[in-house]
DNA sequence: CCTTGACTTGGAGTGCACTCCAGCAGGAAG
DNA sequence: CTTCCTGCTGGAGTGCACTCCAAGTCAAGG
């Protein structure tokens, strides 16, 4: 559904993109590498899906590896159609700690399955449309309205 | 018009809308066999997704087969993520006649390319995702974000 | 007759997820 | 020093796809 590439980052995990310096990111580079505007990650934060991000002495946020291991996490859950209200739970979770992780676990899990389910839905669909796609394919009777 | 809208009984699969026969029906009935409420199968009217439903003496809408048809292609193209304004083109095609089959045929399977590859790329979140939950699946110790 | 109830209209309101903006601050370059 | 650039904040605005509503109409039942 994104309709956001930029150059490079993509996929495959950020942690790929972390490891170069282990020194804190600027809120620009983190924009590029995920693809998300530096209003949506100032908004994430806002709206408590990330964790107070350090800030240098200017105020300004540094993001660190965990920051970006976040994100990621965030991005797929998004695109997999997860309601931020949902993911605010899973923040409010982790930020809980140790004693919540088979709540995180199970959020995921259900997560997961709903996705399964919806891709399940997106085949069927698709089914109806390719029938109409068929319909149309090499023949021009059809019954007049 | 053409083969859009009434092509024979395998165009859509509204035979599962069209429980009896073809005596036309009220809005509610439509809502109830479509789940989209009175108010939206009004909108999609108004927007145009629908050619104007014949009404009764009283001018109420009277839905017939081919309506049903009609919307039953909408409710996938939704479904699958196709937003209002391409329907709106579709629908303006399939008004237009005839003529427009290979533009609409090819709206159609420009679409289904776009579920497949949005279908993949959920496939590639759920990788991360269930990482994730493999990280939480017996171990306490794992990178919790 | 009146009431009930399903339906009509155009327009206003809602929820979601951003997105934009005015106004200000600190650091670096010239 | 000034200028530029990047960033900060809180709050307002946007686009999408509905969803709700007030006020009115019609047909049938009591």
Redesign the interface.
Known sequence: ??VNDEPDVE?C?IDELVPDGDGPLPISRVAELTGLSPDTLRWYERVGLLEEVTRDSAGRRQYVP?DL??L??LM??R??GMPVSEMQHYAQL?KAG?PT??E??QL??E??NR??S??A???R??E??????A???G???????
Chains 1, 2 share one sequence.
């Open positions: 559904m994104g996929t995990g965990r291991r976040r990621t996490l797929r859950l695109a997999t982790a140790d992780e088979p995180r676990k995921l899990e997560h997961r996705v399964l919806h891709i839905d997106l085949h669909d698709l109806i449309i390719n029938r109409k796609i319909s149309y394919r023949s021009q009777r059809s019954v007049p309205a």
